[in-house]
């Protein structure tokens, strides 16, 4: 009856998709030069990578996949970036998450948020405004790469936090949006 728990705990194991393990820890990330990261913009950031990946339960194919992620305070303001990208031609990033709950696993400011607005489309982006735990005021974005027959070459998900008291502009909103992408 022992051996029970430990089979179930190894198929639990052996069935995490590596995108989840990717944002929980569970994978190897690299410090990475912020001028070599996909990620723009990331001046005053911190940049982290993973090696390219060969599974991924979130996507198709059988290809290689790399995450990345950026995050740190620029004049008071906290952003997160992270992106799933599709490192072969023939395998895609498929983002099937609600966006309040994609943002709240992968951004440690939306974890634990309230206030999480309707989603919103702007320009390429879908969006959410919400509250931090530290009553931050903040906006939350995902936008996606372009499609192949597999789903798409990437995922970017970011925030933006103010500090508590100020309000997020629509004049921020549309710079935040208009300037996070991937470096070609």
């Known amino acids: 009856?022992?051996?029970?728990?430990?089979?179930?705990?190894?198929?639990?194991?052996?069935l995490t998709p590596i995108a989840a393990l990717a944002q929980v820890g569970g994978i190897d990330w690299a410090e990475v030069d912020c001028a070599k990261s996909r990620i723009w913009p990331t001046a005053g950031l911190s940049c982290r990578t993973t090696a390219e990946l060969t599974r991924d339960a979130f996507s198709t194919g059988p290809g290689h996949f790399r995450f990345w992620n950026a995050a740190?305070?620029?004049?008071?303001?906290?952003?997160?970036y992270y992106v799933a990208e599709a490192v072969n031609p023939n395998t895609g990033v498929v983002s099937k998450q609600e966006l309040a709950d994609a943002l709240r696993l992968r951004s440690p400011q939306a974890k634990g948020s309230v206030q999480?607005?309707?989603?919103?489309?702007?320009k390429d982006a879908?969006?959410?405004?919400?509250?931090?735990?530290?009553?931050?005021?903040?906006?939350?974005?995902?936008?996606?790469?372009?499609g192949n027959a597999q789903g798409t070459k990437w995922v970017?998900?970011?925030?933006?936090?103010?500090?508590?008291?100020?309000?997020?502009?629509?004049?921020?909103?549309?710079?935040f949006i208009r300037e996070a992408r991937l470096r070609e």
């Open 1 to 14: 009856m022992l051996r029970l728990p430990r089979v179930l705990g190894a198929m639990a194991s052996a």
């Open 156 to 175: 970017l998900y970011a925030t933006r936090c103010v500090p508590p008291g100020q309000q997020i502009t629509e004049a921020d909103i549309d710079s």
């Open 72 to 80: 740190g305070t620029v004049q008071d303001v906290k952003y997160y």
């Open 126 to 146: 879908d969006f959410v405004s919400f509250q931090s735990t530290a009553r931050e005021a903040c906006v939350g974005i995902r936008k996606v790469g372009p």
């Open 116 to 122: 999480m607005s309707a989603i919103r489309q702007y």
